[in-house]
Structure formats: structure tokens, C-alpha cells
């Protein structure tokens, strides 16, 4: 007789997967200590161990799991999913989220082990066991890795010879067994049809890929849950696109800054870099500052002669728990970390250079503004009121924000647009300001220094407004925000007109223009033009994808085609993912540098027109009563479009309601027909429940401490309840006799239940219940 | 006449049944209920104590139901002086042998009826307690049995508080059911008034009575009845409250508790079931709780009903 292998392949299953979660360790934890890993992962076989001895084998390996099992299997899968958002936001730390799917395909490779005692969960546990190899193998190079890849090689291997065996016990049986194998048991069907329709759905997708609309390819690619695959900023991430703050604290960490820094300055292309240099200056240095402090003569103090230490830092913090100082007296430094930081409502977008010229390849910085900024000085150190142009009306609520300058940005004063008011420190004279390019602000002849904060007091235009605004194009004198490449006006006019339809001048023109780039143009802040491909624009509408800066020129070009003064302006997008909730600031750095582009009201303001997608102009608050009304008409008018819909789904919901109880009782009578119980008892204790519910829908309960006898007493007392008297005698019969008593009536309790079931129905005893109180 | 006088076949046990009832209810008019009581008492082998006024027809009950289920009846009028050997009996020289007779009291009768068994002095009382709980009785160190039906009916008088002594918890205990007759309806008098004219002996019985063994027969039929156990766990709970019942000044004892079911079992025989109820476990709640519960007559009745409103019934 073979041996029976069941049992080692079993183990063997559960030893593979052990093996694979050992290999998920290594290469989560990557540079950390192989045995704490070594630890984990004894503490999950362990758990795992004791379930493959807990868990009751099945009767046959090749039966059914059951639904309980498989329903605990895909809770164990689940666990990581649920729990890393839990650890993201209590903790702060976490894992990539590949990672995070590989510990889910961990815990279900486990599980699946631990229930290898059926074939289906075996055969998964060493698939899926399988797969975390060959992905840990690629992502990860600790040098355990090699040793781990071959005891899984061994063990795969036996795994595989165990299998052989096993499927051999059929055939290889006692001779007593011979005459059961030659009438035939059923041989497993090999799963053709399966395999059939997985290469199916393979090929599909493949096809898809290859072939099929770069739509669709583009969505698949941003679906793959790999490190910053969907475009959104990751912090766990550790690699690819949007690389998270993990990369920069990894032991080597310019090793990518670098490479992306030397790439782009080899790039022909203007430098965004080197404009941002250009820009903002050099960075802040302490000896640059010009201030001097009058000391006591009589203080015993003396002036250091060491630079002070520097805190960049937005807000102060100061620990409790402390040693006490090597060297009293010397701080450290405490750099910044961003060009700066801004207290108040996000996004917003702060000015720092505005373009108007364009010959087809190059924008022209606007020329410095003649013109002195309407500053009106308020009392008490309050700041300066801004002296503003005519049409305010389209503006709705206002806004306040602290800018906190911690690198100097050369002479840009960081400002939110539309402002109303204005304090910088403690500068209390108006000609310490000028214009850069209109509504940029700048110190006249001197750098604004860091660690000072600039406070704003600014108007948000309202879009609902604005498109009430006359707006008429034609009316605007030409200038140099009206400038376009002779050649490309016609071509660029037709676009613009092509895009706009039939829409209304001024704002909605605007809206429509901008609608249709944030719908078909995706944003890839990526792609640059190189020496082969000097003509962005042209790339820009084949591929219909592009950084920034080329949405901003197209919306700034089409705008001034159709006779709109547009600008091309670059400077911070402040984004509220970067909201930094210790701190309660939201750091702008160098990687918020962003362009878009504005168009100037006929009143003289500059309004930003945003065409990148992800990217938001703020809007006015809405209070919170109209927010309620418009989502109240809102789903009114989706209710009207699909008004059949909501009409049956009203009709379904309030007929449950009205006829909750019959559809309750229609159930019940239902269930006792179909199910009437093991025996006649059971059948009879049933109808006694319904009894119950019926009384209680008559709204003539039975109460707790009413004995049966009485209860259903109560109600054959009536005339003509024969059979209810009847049926009394088998209930008391059916719930308090003992088993092996035959039931008073004999032949009857068949008419009798029958009899009750459609006679005593609720309204029955409603009724009953009105004679009885008719009488009293 | 149904049953004939010392039948050598037991009849049916309906047939007794309604014999019982019919000779018990032609003495005692109109106290259907009562007899109901009586009879479910007799059955479970429990004895009766028959709280009433004087004349409402407590001695005739007894001495009809002695005469009905064909036992030696015995009676005894308790009174101060009464001696615990006049109850179990005593031994007497007997100058012809030279050796000393045991002479049987009335306690070796069938049925006993012990007369207004307040006003007899405690150590009398006491006197009973062997012969009611363990059906026999030890007189000079020597164990006599008694008749294995022995039921004992005693009777006493609420309202005469002088020259009485109350009945000892630890005796109340050992009676089955306490029981008051009450006056009879209007009709049921004048039905009585009736019967009396021309008759100079109306309270004599007919001479009929159950062949032997019918009684025993029944009785062991009665213990037979079967309680499921969601009945005998209502039953327990019930039990239990008592004991927590601030009004209660004794809880049931587990006797009390297994009289309670005995006569439940009773109960459910006489209304021809084979299995308890919880309705029969109710309706003998009021007697079998008021004699050991130590609850006023006033208030026996609705402490007892706001107990069963407590533990709901099982269905």
C-alpha cells in the first residue's frame, strides 16, 4: 500500500509559504536586521502552525471550503489593507504600497497554508508562495535573499515530488480497494475551461495595451500600485515618479537629486532652474543683515562677536524633556525647510515673475511697472490699505494669510493675489514698495530679507459672478499682453473658437477655453522638450500631455487670440496637500514652482486662469446653508433626469413601509410551508411564532408572563373558533409534552395547522379584537 | 353505582376520578374548585390544611373524603391538654401476658383529621411532624408505619387568636396546601336547605367508596405525569424569586419546591393531560405558596400573583 502522503504535502504547502513570508520580510524592512525578520516571521509561522492544527480537516480534500473559512481568508488579506492607514495616521510612519499588497498576499499565502487540508487553499498557499518570491527576489538585494531563494528551490521541489506521489495514491491502492477503483471514481476534470478563459481575458488586456486607445493604457498604467504610479505624492513611497520624503532620508540621499539636476542643466531648454535662481537671489545670509542693537553700557553683557545661531524654522517649540548643555550658550542651527511658509487657507498662488512678450519659443519678462503701488497707510502699525481699481463687484468674501519668508526671495514681497491689505514687518512707509510686473510686489532697491513675515488681507473673485461681468474682448485696447506670432493667429484664433462653441464673451469664454484643456490634456511634469523636439507647443498638442508651464502659454496664447490681454506668470502654488498639521504652515518649496496664466479684467485687475489640471484656483467660501441648498436642488435635478427610477424606487420603499407587515407575514407563513420543521413539534411550535406575530401586528400582543393556555383561550372563547381551541390542546402538546407522546387529535393536526394558518391570519384577530371590544 | 364496594379489577382511572368528584362535591355544594384542589392534594400524597370559619363544612369535607377513597378515618379535637401519645398512641401492661401492648392512636387511620390543630399545644404539633413528612411514627423506640396513603386534613380558625398556638414554620412546611372553603353562593344553600328537609342524617355518605388500592394506584400514576425541562426551569425560577422577595419571610424551601411540582403533576392528571403545564404550575401556586411563605392572609394573594408576573412563561 503507498504511503499516505496527504499530511507532508500539507506541511510542505504551509513550509513554502513560511518560507515566501520570510522573503516579504526581507524585503520590507530592506537594510534592517535579517533576524528580527527572522523573528516576525517565526511569530506568523507559529500563528499560522497552530491554526493548520486547529483547523478539522475535510472529509476530502477535493470538497468545497467552507464559506466561514474562506471568509476568515479574505479577512486575513484584508488586515494590512485596513490597518496601514491606521498606522499612516496614528504613527506617521508606514510602508510603500506595494509593500502593503505584498503583506496582504502574505497573510492570505499564510492562511491559505494553514487551510492547505483543502486541495484549493494548498494549491493557492504555494502559487501565491510562488509569486512573493519572485517579486521579493526582484525588489529586494540583502544578501539572505540568495540563501532563502534556495531552501524555497528545495522545498518547491519536494513539494513537487510529494504532489506526484500523492496523486499516485489513487491508483496505487490495496487489492481490496481494486474492484472500488475499477467501478470508477470519477476522475478530477482538469479546470480546460478555466485556463481557456483566463488566456482569454489575458489576451484582452494585452491587446488593449498594445493596440487599444492610449487612453486606456494610461489609466491601467496610473491603476498599478506601485510607489507614485498614480501620480498623487506618496510620502511612504520609496521610488519612481513623486519620490517621498524616504528617498531624501535614505543613506544616500543625492544620489537621485543629483542625476535629475545635472540632467536638466545639460538641457538646451530654458532652465527652470536657473530662473528660480535668477529670481529669488542669493539665500539668506545672517552677516547680510544690516541692524544694529544699542546695548546698555552698564550691562555686564557683551556684544558676541559669533554670528548668531538661526532658527528657520516657522513656530518655536521648546521640550521638556532636556539634558543639560555641553556648551551653554551656543545653539544649533535649525534650517529651514522651505522658501516659506504660509499660515492661512490653501491653495493659493503667489506671484513671483510675470511674462508678456512670446516669439513662438521664448516668453519676455514683463518690463517693472512705472507705476508707484496705491498704498494708503493705516494707523496703529496696522499695515497699508490697497487703493483698488474700479469693477469690484465680481468679488465675494476675503481671505487672510501670514507668509512667513524664511529664504530670502530677492526683492519679490510673496503676496496673495487680489490684495486688499497689506504689513510687512514693521515697514510703515509706502515707497519701501514698487511694482515688479502689475500685482507682483517687490522692495524698491533692497532685498526683503528673511525672517520676516509678510500678512495679507486679499478678495476672492467669484467665478458664478465673474460670468456676469461685461467682459467683451473686442473693446480692449491692443498692447503687449495682446501680442501673438503674426503667423499663428489665424490658426490659433480658429482653435480657440472651435473650442468655445457658442458661448457667451468674457467669462464662460474663458471657462470653456480652460474646461477643455483640464479635460483632454493631461498634466506630466516630466516631459520636457529636448534637442530633438525643440518645438514644445507642437508635441504639446500631439501628445496632448505636458508640463505646466506649456498649459499656461496655451491658455495665455488662445486667450490673446480671441483679443483677451493675457500673461504668462510663474511663481509658487501653494498646495494643500503639503499642509503640515503640527506646525499648522504649509512650507512652499522649490518643487511648488508653478506657472499659469492670468487674464486682466477690464478693470484693470489680473485674474489667474487655471488650465493645469490638479491644480485649483481658491474660491470664495460658500456658507454652509448654501452648500445645503445647492446639493438640496442638485439632487432635485438629477431626481427630475431620472424620474422613472426614483418614482419606482419610491414606490418599492414606501410599499415595504405600508405593507411592511403583510410582507412580513407572507414571509413567515412562507417559511413554514417550506420549512416546517424536523417533525410535527417543531411544525406546530412554528405556527405557534406566527400565532405571535399576528396577535403582535393585530396589535394584540401576547404578554410575557400569558401562558399559552390562556393566550390562545383568550381568543377561542369566540364562537366559531373551533378549531383555535383544537389547536390550543397541540400546542400545549407541542411544546410541553414529551417526546414520545402521540399528539392529542391524531389524524387532524394537519387540517388543524392548515386551518389556522389561513383562517387566524392578522386581520382575523383584528377583527376578533373589535368584537371583543364591541361587547365590553 | 359505578364502583362497586371492594371490586377485585381497579376501575379506570377516569371512572375514579369522577367518583371522587362526585361524592366530594354532593358534600361540599358548590366549591368545584375547592374539591379540585383537594383532590390534586390527596393525589400528590400532600396533606391539606384547611384554614376557614367554624361550620363552613371543613370536618365534613374531611370525613366524606375519608369515606370516598375507602380508608379508616380517624378524627382528633385538638385541645391544650391533648398529649403527643394521643396522637401516635401508646403501650399499655398487659396483665395477662405480662408484657407491654402497643395500642395504635389515630394517626394509623387513612385519612386524619386533626380538629382546630391550633390549639393544641406546640409539643403535640410536633407530634404529627414524623408521621406527615415520613409516614410513620416511633413510640418507645420502635418504628410503626403507617398506611402508605395516610392524608392528613387539619383544620384551624383564623380568627380565634386566644389560648392558640400558631403552627411552627418547619410544620406549615410539611402540608401540602393551605385551602379556605368560604361561604357557599345563595343558590348553593338553597339547595342545601332542600336536601336537608326529611333528611334526619344528611351528612351521612352513601357507604360507597374506592376499592383498595385504587388510591395508591392513582397516586403513582400522578408521579408519573411528565415535566419537560422548560417547564421545571420555569418552576425553578419561580422558586428562586421567592427567595429574593423582600416580602417573602420564608423562601421555598427545595420541599416546597417538590411538592409544587407534585402537585402540578396532580393537577394536569385531573384535567386528563399527560405533561405539566405552566397553567397548572399557576393555578396551584396560591395554596401550595401560602402555607410556607409566611405571607398575611391579606396580602397571600397578591404577592403570590406578582410573583408569577415576574418570570415569563416558556413557550
Known sequence: MAPDFAPLVRKNALFLAVISAYSVELAATDSSNPLLSLLWVSLWGTIAWVIFCLVPAPISPKNNPSLKVTFLLILSAMVPLVFEPVRRFWLGNGYPLEIVVIFSLRNLCLACGACSGWNLFMRMACLISLFLMLFTAIINTHPFMMGVLGIYMVAGACWLMLVYWYELGGILVVAERFVDLEEGVPLEKSPTRLFLVLILVMAVIVGMLASGPQRAMSTLWVLLPTSGGTGEFDPFARGGVNDGDMEVKGKNANSTGMTETDQFLESPLPSLYDMVNDTFGEPFKVKDQEQSIALNPSDKNRESQETPKENLRPNREFSTQRKSPPNPGKGKDVKARALFEVEGRTPLYLRATAFDLFDGIQWNEAPFSREPVPLEKKPEGRGFQITKKQGWGYFAGSEKHRIKITHSPGSLVPTSPYLTRLKVGKVDQADFFSWAQEGILRMAHRKTPAGITVDCESSLPDPKLLELENFNPHEVVTDAYLSLPPQWKPQWTEMARNWIGERQPGWPEVSALTNHLRNHFEWDAALRGTVDRPDSLEHFFQDQRGPDYLFATTTTLLLRSLGYPARLVSGFYVSPENYDSWSGHTPVTSRDLHFWCEVRHPGGEWLIVESTPGFFVPQPDVPLGLKVQAAFFGLMSQAWEKKILVFLITFIVFGIWFWWKSIQELFWVFSVLVFPGKDEKARIRKIVQLLEKRTQWAGHPRHGNQTLQNWLYSWARQPGAEELRRFSRLAQWASYGPGNHVPPGGAQVQETCRAILSVWTTSRFRNEMKRIQGKD | ?315
Open chain 2, 1 to 315: 353505582m359505578i364502583i362497586e364496594k371492594h371490586s377485585a379489577h381497579l376501575p379506570p382511572m377516569e371512572d375514579s376520578l369522577d367518583f371522587l368528584r362526585a361524592e366530594l362535591n354532593r358534600t361540599i355544594k358548590g366549591k368545584s374548585e375547592i374539591v379540585e384542589m383537594v383532590l390534586a392534594c390527596i393525589l400528590a400524597r400532600g396533606h391539606l390544611l384547611l384554614e376557614d370559619l367554624p361550620g363552613l363544612g371543613k370536618t365534613t369535607l374531611a370525613k366524606a373524603l375519608a369515606t370516598a377513597v375507602g380508608g379508616n378515618f380517624a378524627r382528633v379535637q385538638c385541645t391544650p391538654d391533648l398529649l403527643p401519645g394521643d396522637i401516635s398512641g401508646f403501650s399499655v401492661f398487659n396483665q395477662k401476658n405480662r408484657e407491654f401492648d402497643f395500642l395504635p392512636g389515630p394517626v394509623f387511620a387513612d385519612v386524619l383529621l386533626a380538629d382546630e390543630i391550633n390549639r393544641t399545644t406546640p409539643r403535640t404539633q410536633s407530634a404529627l411532624l414524623e408521621a406527615m413528612a415520613e409516614r410513620q411514627v416511633t413510640v418507645d423506640n420502635v418504628r410503626h408505619t403507617l398506611s402508605p396513603t395516610f392524608f392528613v386534613i387539619a383544620t384551624q380558625n383564623p380568627v380565634e387568636h386566644h389560648g392558640t398556638y400558631p403552627l411552627p414554620e418547619a410544620q406549615l412546611d410539611r402540608f401540602a396546601m393551605k385551602l379556605s372553603l368560604g361561604y357557599p353562593g345563595r343558590e348553593d344553600e338553597l339547595l342545601m336547605l332542600g336536601e336537608a328537609i326529611g333528611d334526619i342524617n344528611q351528612f351521612a355518605n352513601t357507604g360507597a367508596t374506592l376499592p383498595p388500592g385504587t388510591l395508591e394506584s392513582l397516586q403513582r400514576s400522578v408521579a408519573a405525569i411528565a415535566v419537560e425541562p422548560k417547564v421545571r426551569g420555569y418552576l425553578v425560577d419561580l422558586g428562586r424569586i421567592t427567595r429574593g422577595d423582600s416580602r417573602v419571610a420564608l423562601g421555598l424551601s427545595p420541599r416546597g419546591l417538590l411538592i409544587w411540582q407534585r402537585v402540578a403533576q396532580a393537577k394536569a392528571f385531573l384535567e386528563g393531560r399527560t405533561f405539566v403545564i405552566p397553567d397548572d404550575i399557576q393555578v396551584v401556586a396560591e395554596p401550595v405558596l401560602g402555607v410556607r411563605l409566611g405571607l398575611p392572609n391579606e396580602s397571600s394573594r397578591s404577592v403570590i400573583a406578582s410573583i408569577l408576573q415576574k418570570i415569563p412563561v416558556p413557550i
